[in-house]
């Protein structure tokens, strides 16, 4: 496995590669490695002859100087996972190198994709995203690019974003992967102790006391139960919402195919975000 920091290095190897044929999958991420983001890994390996995999904090995302600086980073033992499995590549640039003095950044107009839930809560978070994964797939250029749908508008934003750019990159969606508990994994759940993990739980349960009851009732019955039982836990809910999977337009009375219930809340400072679909559509 190959760890690279600079774009040139990793371009001249990976010129090499597709010289040869090869096809590249792409995994972006912030490190921090959990299993959700080595199933993701492993769809690459699966479904690619190339696996990279990017580890970068992207500073413009973050609307949260605090959270920026808490996030946590342990590139060694990220590095130390990835080898255990068929990786073939990381690429760890620094911030630096991401963004050099004289780098333009695009500018999309993303619409409601960028005007609900994480977007309206956290200002200007999407065009960070849209900067980053935008510069990390003109310096990979990859065939394959995998996201988790834990983080289910940016892989809407993502989709938008190579759509109207007309990458040449086929988008992959992969599940997410939980706790045996329930609990979405996160980076972020290794700033929770073991009782605030146990509070956490009502998030997931949350998701699917909304499952159970949209089967008899409308989202707008539904939001309005589940806001009234999270009201039973330790954590602050920042927002619930039924959406339309592809507008990510709220629902009201009138249930869509696969219609997602999405969900942020606190404990304590942590921000912990997760979904469910509660309309399964085979
Ligand atoms: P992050 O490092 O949090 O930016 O995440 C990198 C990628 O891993 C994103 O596409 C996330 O959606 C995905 N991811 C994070 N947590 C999970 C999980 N529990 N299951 C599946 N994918 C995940």
Not at 12 to 41: D, W
Request: net charge negative; with cysteine.
């Amino acid at each position: 496995m190959k760890v690279y920091s600079t774009i040139s290095a990793l371009q001249e190897y990976v010129s090499k590669l597709k010289l040869e044929g090869k096809s590249i999958g792409f995994v972006p991420t912030m490190g921090a490695l959990h299993y959700g983001h080595i199933s993701l890994v492993n769809s690459a390996i699966t479904q690619c002859d190339i696996t990279i995999v990017s580890i970068f904090v992207n500073p413009t995302q973050f609307n949260n100087q605090e959270d920026l600086l808490n996030y946590p980073r342990t590139l060694e033992s990220d590095i130390e996972l990835l080898s255990t499995i068929d990786c073939d590549i990381i690429f760890a640039p620094s911030v630096q190198e991401m963004y050099p003095e004289k780098s333009v950044s695009i500018q999309l107009d993303l619409g409601n994709l960028a005007e609900v839930m994480e977007g309206k809560f956290r200002p200007g978070h999407f065009d960070g995203v849209v900067n980053v994964v935008s510069r990390l797939f003109e310096i990979v250029k990859p065939d394959k690019a995998f996201f988790g749908l834990k983080d289910f508008q940016q892989v809407s934003v993502i989709r938008f974003m190579t759509n109207f750019l007309k990458l040449p990159i086929e988008i992959i969606a992969c599940p997410t992967l939980r706790e045996q508990s329930g609990i979405a994994m996160s980076s972020r759940n290794m700033r929770l102790s073991e009782s605030e993990k146990e509070d956490s739980l009502i998030i997931f349960n949350s998701l699917c006391f909304a499952k159970k009851l949209a089967s008899n009732q409308t989202p707008d019955e539904v939001k309005a139960n589940v806001i009234d039982y999270f009201k039973n836990g330790k954590l602050a809910l920042e927002y619930f919402e039924i959406v339309n999977p592809i507008t990510l337009e709220a629902l009201s009375s009138q249930w869509v195919p696969n219609a997602t219930a999405c969900i942020v809340a606190f404990c304590g400072e942590v921000r912990l975000i997760d979904n469910m679909n509660l309309k399964i559509q085979d």
